[in-house]
T-cell receptor, first 115, second 110 residues
Framework: DAGVIQSPRHEVTEMGQEVTLRCKPI?????LFWYRQTMMRGLELLIY????????DSGMPEDRFSAKMPNASFSTLKIQPSEPRDSAVYFC?????????????FGEGSRLTVL | AQRVTQPEKLLSVFKGAPVELKCNYS??????LFWYVQYSRQRLQLLLR??SRESIKGFTADLNKGETSFHLKKPFAQEEDSAMYYC????????????FGTGTRLKVLA
């Protein structure tokens, strides 16, 4: 397995544009998490899914952010409209709850720069 | 509410010196605690978990429920230990909310 796959790896956009980040979790994993990494706040949990259903989206900053998981192998995080303060590295991670190790497997991240 | 606190953003030590990365947590139940590490140009990866009581790359961490701490320790730091370290907490009792602290950058100086 290639692990968790995220795209794009880098995105530079202008303020006001729509941004869509994508994630393919490890096959068979039933939990998927989206995090935002910044110097000031570290890794912030934005939202997580269990079996494609959003469980907790309390970390989503505001209505400009939305996330979907239409099936077990794909998730998106959308920002519309984007703002400079959204610049960060966005990570997707997946896990298998049945295996009680609790390990999260991370993607390589999507580095977003909003000008 | 779940919370993980890492008070140090940066910790610099000399090679061979002991290392302690601090982590305190807040959680009403019995949490599971983890340490993750991010080496330069690599993915975030699990370093160790409290339930395993293991030593990985010379690092250990003991869960102290009285002090609500899970500090990461290594007796003799190596240059290859330089990385970003995150303490993490996963809720129990059916919740799977997985939160992280703000991270500590460890620099081991030659």
């Amino acid at each position: 397995d290639a692990g968790v796959i995220q795209s794009p790896r880098h995105e530079v956009t202008e303020m006001g544009q729509e941004v869509t980040l994508r994630c393919k979790p490890i096959s068979g994993h039933d939990y998927l998490f989206w995090y935002r990494q910044t110097m000031m706040r570290g890794l912030e949990l934005l939202i997580y899914f269990n079996n494609n259903v959003p469980i907790d989206d309390s970390g989503m900053p505001e209505d400009r952010f939305s996330a979907k998981m239409p099936n077990a192998s794909f998730s998106t995080l959308k920002i519309q409209p984007s703002e400079p303060r959204d610049s960060a590295v966005y990570f997707c991670a997946s896990s298998l709850a049945g295996v009680n190790t609790g390990e999260l497997f991370f993607g390589e991240g999507s580095r977003l720069t909003v000008l | 509410a779940q919370r993980v606190t890492q008070p140090e953003k940066l910790l610099s030590v000399f090679k061979g010196a002991p290392v302690e990365l601090k982590c305190n947590y807040s959680y009403s139940g019995s949490p599971e605690l983890f340490w993750y590490v991010q080496y330069s140009r690599q993915r975030l990866q699990l370093l160790l978990r409290h339930i395993s009581r293991e030593s990985i790359k010379g690092f250990t961490a003991d869960l102290n429920k009285g002090e609500t701490s899970f500090h990461l320790k290594k007796p003799f730091a190596q240059e290859e230990d330089s990385a970003m370290y995150y303490c993490a907490l996963r809720g129990s009792s059916g919740t799977y909310k997985y939160i992280f602290g703000t991270g500590t950058r460890l620099k081991v100086l030659a």
